[in-house]
């Protein structure tokens, strides 16, 4: 009798550390995959918030920069020298734009 007993208490031991374990483990599987959704929606939030053009200062003239270019896919016919000093330090930090056309009406006025 006893030793149906300790097999008894055996086997409801393994099956409760058998229980526990995969309970642990589906936890942890759920907490990376959230993990892993965080983090793509994060990047994602970070590429939506960079404008689609930008214009900076590019080697002493104002550059018209795509999202993600490091180089100006044109130039401004923008005289950096003639501007106060508060729209050049704006330009040096960059000045963002959404859509083309909001691209186009700046250089309209600043061109002008």
Avoid: W
Avoid at 71 to 77: H, I, K, S
Avoid at 84 to 91: K, L, M, T, V
């Amino acid at each position: 009798m006893m030793r149906f007993m300790d097999k008894r208490i055996y086997f409801t031991l393994v099956s409760a550390v058998t229980v526990s374990g995969f309970i642990a483990i589906c936890t942890m599987g759920q907490s990376v995959r959230q993990y892993k959704a965080e983090m793509k929606l994060a990047a994602a939030a970070t590429e939506q918030t960079e404008p689609l053009y930008t214009i900076r200062e590019h080697c002493g003239r104002a550059g018209i920069f795509c999202r993600g270019n490091n180089e100006p896919f044109r130039y401004a016919d923008i005289n950096l020298f003639l501007l106060p000093e508060s729209d050049r330090e704006q330009i040096r930090e960059g000045i963002g734009f959404d859509t083309e056309q909001d691209l186009r009406a700046y250089l309209e006025d600043m061109e002008s």
